[in-house]
């Protein structure tokens, strides 16, 4: 089967830096997405890794380790509206195509 | 450019009736693809479909069936509600694996469903 593991909540201030870690189990892995979801809104893509190593976007980076199966995500310089959820998203060959098989979800809350 | 749109944004279902959940994109997408969202559930799969004309199955496909006539369009049809598929519905679209390196996915902002 597949599976994602990544921890439910996360608590942080403001201009802290945080990580989420994502470990997964899955066969026909092409690479680690990462998702943000506001409260009630629609998913936006952060982020993805297909090869091992950092890829860093603005306050956001992404990290992604093959052979350990394991990835996270970096927020730095944490603000207010970071508050979020946010999802590990494995893409794996399915009977089809491509598709994504995404982590239950850590919701984030930043304080002041 | 609407990118992603999703009709209706609320419905409210007996259990045992019919509907059907349109998903539109204007971005000429080859993949198009319905989830649903449970709490502390994440998003999962349902139907997802590579091109007109094609459909597969998710990871939680039973109780749904999709239909992709156009390119634009994907439709998610319940044929009989249950209670159980009480969710909110999310449909994405992406370019092609070969043409998207990330494969970054558009989302719509969601329908609600409540089965009673």
């Known amino acids: 089967g597949q599976s994602l593991e990544q921890p439910s909540e996360v608590t942080a201030v403001e201009g802290a830096i945080v990580q989420i870690n994502c470990t997964y189990q899955t066969s026909g892995f092409y690479g680690l997405s990462w998702y943000q979801q506001h409260d009630g809104g629609a998913p936006t893509f952060l982020s993805y890794n297909a090869l091992d190593g950092l890829e860093e976007t603005g306050r956001f980076s992404s990290f992604l380790s093959r052979s350990d199966s394991y990835g996270y995500l970096l927020l730095q310089e944490l603000q207010m509206k970071d508050s979020a959820s946010y999802f590990c998203a494995v893409r794996t060959l399915n009977q089809a195509g491509t598709a994504l098989i995404f982590g239950k979800g850590t919701t984030l809350s930043v304080s002041s | 450019n609407a990118g992603v749109t999703q009709t209706p944004k609320f419905r409210v279902l007996k259990t045992g009736q019919s509907m059907t959940l349109l998903c539109a994109q204007d971005m000429n997408h080859e993949y198009m693809y319905w989830y649903r969202q449970d709490p502390g559930m994440g998003l999962r799969l349902i139907h997802y479909s590579v091109g007109e004309g094609t459909t597969a199955k998710g990871e939680v496909p039973d109780g749904y069936n999709v239909s992709r006539l156009k390119k634009q369009n994907f439709l998610l049809g319940l044929e009989s509600a249950a209670p159980s598929q009480t969710s909110v519905y999310f449909c994405?679209?992406?370019?092609?694996?070969?043409?998207?390196?990330?494969?970054?996915?558009?989302f719509g902002p969601g329908t609600r469903l409540t089965v009673l």
């Open positions: 994405a679209s992406s370019l092609d694996r070969e043409r998207a390196r990330d494969n970054e996915q558009f």
